[in-house]
């Protein structure tokens, strides 16, 4: 373990995809050279079409957004996740969140594209305000093209990860 101070912080929003699989690990590759903490952001939303009650369905959404993160984690990191590495769940728009989260950021990583919108898009609409709107550098990584259709990504060990874990 290293001994040495923690400074700086990189943050790195994920959502399950295997761009944001691949941003986390290119995350940790950076926190560790540069000896930063690294804030693994993941949020969640009540879709508008929820019916009432409301309260019930929010907590079953939010308990399967933090299951998912912490699966990711693993995925991406290994278990238990480096000492370093922190990671929270917040209710709220991707975009908005990570944006006010770069505030007094050294650096914010996001995949290049996640599950929503039109597959033939350079870039997803989160990844594309981060890039025009956030308080510090941004990073966007891509995951390629193989990985993005079929959601294979290697985990620490090696092992195929065909992502039937992840809701």
């Keep these: ?14 959502d399950g995809s295997a761009s944001s699989v691949m ?6 590759h950076i926190a560790q050279a540069t000896g930063a903490r690294l804030d693994v952001v993941s949020c969640w939303n009540i879709p508008a079409t929820a019916a009432p009650p409301v309260e019930s369905i929010a907590e079953g959404i939010k308990e399967a957004a933090w299951q998912r993160l912490q ?16 990671t929270r769940l917040l209710q709220g ?6 944006i ?11 995949g290049r594209r ?24 941004v990073m966007v990584v891509n995951a390629g093209e193989r990985d993005e259709r079929s959601r294979d990504v290697a985990s620490p060990a090696g ?9």
């Design 71 to 86: 699966e990711e984690v693993a995925v991406a990191l290994g278990s238990p996740a480096p000492d370093n590495v922190s």
């Design 114 to 137: 996640g599950f929503g919108g039109f597959a033939g898009l350079l870039m997803g609409s989160v990844s594309r305000a981060c890039v025009a709107h956030a308080h510090c550098p």
């Design 23 to 28: 941003a986390l690990r290119e995350a940790q």
């Design 159 to 167: 092992k195929a990860n065909d992502g039937a874990a992840h809701p």
């Design 93 to 98: 728009q991707p975009r908005q969140e990570l």
């Design 100 to 110: 006010e989260l770069s505030k007094g950021s050294d650096l914010l990583v996001v």
């Design 1 to 14: 373990m290293n001994t040495e101070a923690v400074t700086g912080r990189v943050v790195v929003g994920v």
